[in-house]
Structures are given as structure tokens and as C-alpha cells.
């Protein structure tokens, strides 16, 4: 059984099996969904007897990596009716997705999982680690009180959305996994915030800035968009707004508060799929006189799989199939996690030519050091 492309004919079919698979999403999102993101030729899926059955929505981007720009796909709406499911219909339509991303030249494919196991046995693996804090009215007020102005702003105009879209672009440079936000994607992220009860704010401090989309209830702030540079100075501040007891948010970076006691919690977040093994290391950084040779192994991605020499090439990554024995070799996924900069060589599950693992190691850190990734909204 082979996926087709489904059409615009196809559109009431698919919302149907989206709302099916996704109670939590209302029609009305869907229906904006299918105005903003759905592309022709953007959507596989499966009919059986007339009905479609299963479905994937692949929507082409780009993805900031390494300091470079891949192309990409995030994968959204992977859906089985809930009575044809346990019969590989979704797995199907994966494989065959990512043999159609790979030959369209596709680097990387992301999305949010609704179970991490399911698609970890397709050579996925989480995305990237963030870092979820808390921290109570108590552990504020040791830390005194912040000298930034924080600004609310009722109805925002087109300049607010613009200045957003200037600190968001400010504070990524040191980031990958961002997609870059103009006016409109901030425009379109307060309004699906707002439904939530979301408001919007700016901080200034100097010169820091930072803006905010956060809502309040029960004594609790909760922080649904954020960027800047001092953030504890912008939550410090947000404190200051009224008796609450505590506030929660997400960060790509591990040092973003720096206030004793506050709680840290790490959590893995969203999942990537290397299409392309090479094409994802063609081009990074590297260090003079870098060659090593490594194996990769993608049981679910056979063209994936194989020996890669890394060579230095005007300072950059070259890679290009080689047939010497590796000094470094294991899975996909392994080497993904090695790749996003979460996970060290050494601790990734890599195994290693004992006869030349100290010096592969080192030269291995040296071409991968540890990278945030902020892919939180990029599953759509």
C-alpha cells in the first residue's frame, strides 16, 4: 500500500481525520492551519474503500543549523482513524516520507511528538534539551527587585509586533533550530496567545530589553513567548507586577535565570529526523587538519547509512563517503543527539577504535561543542 497526494479536493477529508486524531485542536484552528501552513502537494495519505484512512502533512521550511541554513520539513498531522490503527498505516506513510523529503534534497525533518517511543523506532530522537523553570515569590524577593521597566501593552499596533520581531532576532544569533519571525508570525503568535488569555508586555533595563506573552491565574504566572537577554531581570520585574506566589516558563538556555533556588527541570523537546547525514555536516566549522572517518548506521534509512571521512576544507566540514574502517560508529539517532548539541560524543552511545579513541573524542568535541536549539515552535 503507497500514500498519494492529496489535493485541495481533499481538504474537508483531512480536517475530518485531523479532528479525529486531535480533539484538543478546535475546527477553527484547523481551518487556519489549513489557510497558513497547507502547501499543494503538502499532505500524503491513504484512502481505503474511498475513505482516507491515515495521513502526514509535510511542511517544507528551513532550519537554522550550525550556523548555517538547511532545508527542512516539519512534519505535522501524522494521523490513523482510530479503527484501522495498529496495521502500519502511519509507519507507510513515514518511510515514504522520508524517502520523498531525502530526494527533494531535504537535510532534516522536525516535529512534536505525541509519543516520543513511537517514532524514536523510525530513527527520530528528541530535538534538543530545554529547561523548565519555576520559581516562587519568596526566592524573588531575596533577589531584590529589578531596575527595568516593564511596559504592558493593551492593543497592540503594528509597531509593537515589529519591535518584537527585532529583539526575537537579536536573541537567536546565539541559537539554532529558529525559524526567524517577521511582523506577522509575531502578530499571529499574540493572537493565539491571547485566546489563552495571554498578555502582552516590554521590558527595558538599560540597555536590555526583552518582551513577554504571559497570563495570570490563580497566583500563578505562566510565560507562553519570551525573548531577551536578562531574563532574570525581566522575570524579577514581572514579580513586581502583584502578589503571586509563583511563575513558570521554558528555556533553551541553561543559564537564563541565574537566581539560587530557583527549580530546574530538564526536559527533552520535540524530535528531528536526519534525512541526509552528510549533507547536515557539509559545511559546519571545523578546526585546521580535521580527519576522521565514521560509520553510521540507519536501519529505517538505508541510503543514510555508511563510512564518512570528515575532512577540513577551508575551515569547514567536508564530507564524502569513504570505504576505511571508522574510528567512531553507532546509530542514527545517536549521532543526531551528537549533532543538535545536547549530548557529548563520549556519552551519546557512540563506540569508539580503541586504539584511537582519545584522539577521535577530542576531535570529535572539538567539531561538535555543546549548541541551544529552540525549536519550540516550529512543529506546525
Known amino acids: 500500500m503507497r500514500g498519494i497526494t492529496l489535493t485541495e479536493a481533499d481538504r474537508e477529508d483531512w480536517m475530518a481525520l485531523w479532528l479525529e486524531a486531535f480533539p484538543e485542536d478546535s475546527r477553527q484552528w484547523t481551518a487556519w492551519y489549513a489557510e497558513n501552513f497547507v502547501r499543494e502537494g503538502s499532505i500524503l495519505g491513504i484512502r481505503e474503500d474511498g475513505r482516507l484512512t491515515?495521513?502526514?502533512?509535510?511542511?517544507?521550511?528551513?532550519?537554522?543549523?550550525?550556523?548555517?541554513?538547511?532545508?527542512?520539513?516539519?512534519?505535522?498531522?501524522?494521523?490513523?482513524?482510530?479503527?484501522?490503527?495498529g496495521r502500519g498505516l502511519a509507519r507507510t506513510l513515514?518511510?515514504?516520507?522520508?524517502?520523498?523529503?531525502?530526494?527533494?534534497g531535504t537535510a532534516l525533518a522536525y516535529l512534536y511528538p505525541f509519543s516520543y517511543a513511537f517514532y524514536e523506532k523510525y530513527g527520530w530522537t528528541a530535538g534538543y534539551r530545554a529547561f523548565s523553570w519555576k520559581l516562587s515569590a519568596a526566592q524573588a524577593v531575596h533577589c531584590g527587585r529589578s531596575d527595568g521597566i516593564l511596559q504592558w501593552i493593551e492593543r497592540p499596533a503594528s509597531e509593537e509586533f515589529a519591535h518584537m520581531a527585532r529583539i526575537y532576532r537579536e536573541w537567536v544569533k546565539t541559537l539554532d533550530g529558529y525559524r526567524l519571525?517577521?511582523?506577522?508570525?509575531?502578530?499571529?503568535?499574540?493572537?493565539d496567545e491571547a485566546m489563552g488569555g495571554a498578555r502582552l508586555a516590554f521590558w527595558e533595563s538599560g540597555t536590555s530589553e526583552g518582551y513577554l506573552l504571559a497570563s495570570c491565574s490563580e497566583g500563578r504566572w505562566s510565560v507562553a513567548d519570551w525573548a531577551g537577554e536578562d531574563m532574570k531581570g525581566l522575570m524579577l520585574a514581572l514579580f513586581a507586577e502583584g502578589?503571586?506566589?509563583?511563575?513558570?516558563?521554558?528555556?533553551?538556555?541553561?543559564?537564563?535565570?541565574?537566581?539560587?533556588?530557583?527549580?530546574?527541570?530538564?526536559?527533552?523537546?520535540?524530535?528531528?529526523?536526519?534525512?541526509?547525514?552528510a549533507a547536515c555536516l557539509e559545511g559546519i566549522q571545523c578546526p585546521e587538519?580535521?580527519?576522521?572517518?565514521?560509520?553510521?548506521?540507519?536501519?529505517?534509512?538505508?541510503?543514510?547509512?555508511?563510512?564518512?571521512?570528515?575532512?577540513?576544507?577551508?575551515?569547514?566540514?567536508?564530507?564524502?563517503?569513504?570505504?576505511?574502517?571508522?574510528?567512531?560508529?553507532?546509530?542514527?539517532r545517536a549521532w543526531t543527539?551528537?549533532?543538535?548539541?545536547?549530548?557529548?560524543?563520549?556519552?551519546?552511545?557512540?563506540?569508539?577504535?580503541?586504539?584511537?579513541?582519545?584522539?577521535?573524542?577530542?576531535?570529535?568535541?572539538?567539531v561538535f561543542p555543546p549548541r541551544s536549539m529552540w525549536l519550540q515552535e516550529m512543529y506546525v
Not at 541565574?258 to 536526519?274: C, N, S, W
Not at 543538535?340 to 570529535?364: C, H, N, R, S
Request: charged fraction near 30%; charge should be negative; hydrophobic fraction near 40%.
Open 54 to 85: 491515515s495521513m502526514v502533512h509535510l511542511n517544507r521550511s528551513t532550519l537554522a543549523l550550525r550556523g548555517r541554513e538547511l532545508p527542512a520539513c516539519a512534519v505535522a498531522g501524522v494521523a490513523t482513524a482510530q479503527d484501522c490503527r
Open 94 to 104: 513515514l518511510d515514504e516520507s522520508h524517502r520523498i523529503l531525502r530526494r527533494e
Open 181 to 191: 519571525r517577521d511582523s506577522l508570525d509575531m502578530r499571529q503568535r499574540y493572537e
Open 243 to 277: 502578589k503571586v506566589s509563583e511563575a513558570a516558563w521554558l528555556s533553551p538556555l541553561d543559564d537564563a535565570v541565574g537566581i539560587p533556588g530557583a527549580v530546574r527541570t530538564v526536559v527533552d523537546r520535540d524530535m528531528v529526523r536526519v534525512l541526509n547525514f
Open 289 to 332: 587538519g580535521l580527519d576522521c572517518v565514521i560509520a553510521v548506521e540507519d536501519p529505517f534509512l538505508p541510503v543514510n547509512s555508511g563510512c564518512y571521512r570528515l575532512s577540513e576544507k577551508e575551515g569547514q566540514i567536508h564530507c564524502q563517503r569513504e570505504d576505511e574502517a571508522p574510528r567512531a560508529w553507532g546509530d542514527i
Open 337 to 366: 543527539a551528537v549533532l543538535m548539541g545536547y549530548a557529548a560524543p563520549e556519552t551519546a552511545g557512540l563506540v569508539f577504535a580503541q586504539d584511537k579513541e582519545d584522539t577521535t573524542i577530542a576531535q570529535l568535541q572539538a
